[in-house]
C-alpha cells in the first residue's frame, strides 16, 4: 500500500490531473500485473518440484552398480527414502547381523546336546507374496506365526527355532528366466510365486515386476523320524500352506559340502547365519541385496551364484564384464529402503530386537503362545511399507 501511495504521489505532482476513477484504474492495473508476477513465480516453483520428484522417482527404481558395496548399496537408497536412521540398526548391517547370527547359533548348538542328528531338520515354509507396498505384513507374519504354534501344539515331542523373512522377488526376472530357458528344468520358486499371488486381489498388484516373499526359515527336532513326519504331514495340511507344491520343505541336515564332510556344529552355524542374513540373499556366507532367481541353491561360491543366474543374458554378462555400470539384478533402491523398514519393524515386534525369531514346542508352552495371539487378534498389529511420496 505505501508502495502505491508513494505512486499516487509521484504521478499527482508530474501531471496534477489524476482523478479518483483513473486512480482506482491504475490501481486495478497494478494489482493484476502483480497477480502475472506472482503466477509466474508460482509456476515456476511448480515445474522445479515436478522435475525434482522425477528425478528423485527415477533414481528410487534405479539399481546400484554391479561393483558397489553392501553398505554403500544400502545406504544410498535409505537415504535417498528419508530412513538413513535404519543404516546401522537392521539386520542388513553386517556388524548387527554377526550380533544376531551368534545369538541364534549359540541357541541351536545348545539344544543340539539334547538330540542326535537324525532328529534334526530344516524348515522352510513359504507363507503368501504381498505388494512392495501392503501394509498388512504385520498381520500376515503374526497369523503365520499363530498357525506355527497351533500346529506344534497340537504335535508331540517337537522343538521349532526359527526366523520370519520377508523377500523380495523379482516376477519379471523369473519370468525372463524361464522364456529363455529350453531344457524343461524346473521354475518351483516362479510356480509358487504365481500361485501365492492369486489371492492378491488388484490384478495390477498381481502382475507387478517384484512382490514381497513372506516365509519361515528353522529348526526343527522331535523325538523320533515318525513324529518328524507327523509334524511334516500336519504342517500340509494347513490350507494356506497347501495351495502350491512344496511350500513346505523339511530336510535332513548337509552330510557334505564342498567335497568333505559336514558335521552337525557346522551346519547349525551355517544355517543360523544364513537366516539371520535379512537380506535377499546369501553369497559367499555374505549379505546380497540382489534377486535371488530360485531356491536351490546352498550358499555357492559368488562364481557358481554368477554363473546359475546371470550368464544366458547378453546384457547382464555385458554388465559382468564391465564394472560401473547398473547391477540388472539389483534390488531398486526403493526395494532396498523397503526391505529394511520391515525388518526394522519385524525386529522391533519383540524385546531385544529379536521379534523376527519364533521359538515353540509341544505341550503348554505352543497352546499359550497360540491361544495369546487368539486374544490379540483383534488389535491391528500391522505396518505399512515405504510408500513412495
Known sequence: ??????????MSEKYQILTMNS????????????????????????????????????????????????????????????????????????????KHYKSLSKRFLTHQKKVSKDQIRFLTILDSVAPIHSDDIGNAINVMESKIHQVVSESKTVWLLGVFEVEVVSMKFMWQSRQRDKTGKDFRKLEVCETLAKN???????????????????IVTAHSQERLIEFQNQLNQVPAWSRAKRQIDMK?????????????????????????????????KKLSLRYKISFDKDDPSEEAWISKNWRGNDATEEEW?????????SLTRHEIATQAFIIDQIMSRKYGRKGYLIFSKSGQHAQNQYHKYLKLASKNTSFSTLSIV
Open 252 to 284: 535332513s541336515l548337509s552330510e557334505v559340502h564342498g567335497g568333505r564332510r559336514k558335521s552337525v556344529i557346522e551346519n547349525l552355524r551355517d544355517i543360523a547365519n544364513y537366516i539371520t542374513k535379512g537380506g535377499n540373499d546369501w553369497v559367499g
Open 1 to 10: 500500500m505505501a508502495i502505491f501511495e508513494f505512486f499516487l504521489a509521484v
Open 23 to 98: 486512480a482506482v484504474k491504475l490501481s486495478l492495473y497494478i494489482y493484476r500485473y502483480g497477480q502475472k508476477i506472482l503466477t509466474f513465480n508460482e509456476r515456476m516453483q511448480k515445474q522445479y518440484l515436478a522435475v525434482e520428484k522425477a528425478l528423485r522417482d527415477e533414481y528410487l527404481h534405479s539399481r546400484s552398480n554391479f561393483n558397489a558395496e553392501h553398505q554403500t548399496r544400502l545406504r544410498k537408497a535409505l537415504a535417498i527414502n528419508d530412513c538413513l536412521s535404519l543404516a546401522n540398526t537392521t539386520l542388513l548391517t553386517p556388524e548387527i547381523h554377526q
Open 321 to 329: 564384464q564391465e564394472h560401473g555400470i547398473a547391477d540388472p539384478l
Open 200 to 218: 492378491i486381489k488388484k490384478k495390477v498388484d498381481r502382475d507387478a515386476d517384484s512382490l514381497l516373499l513372506i516365509h519361515f526359515h528353522g
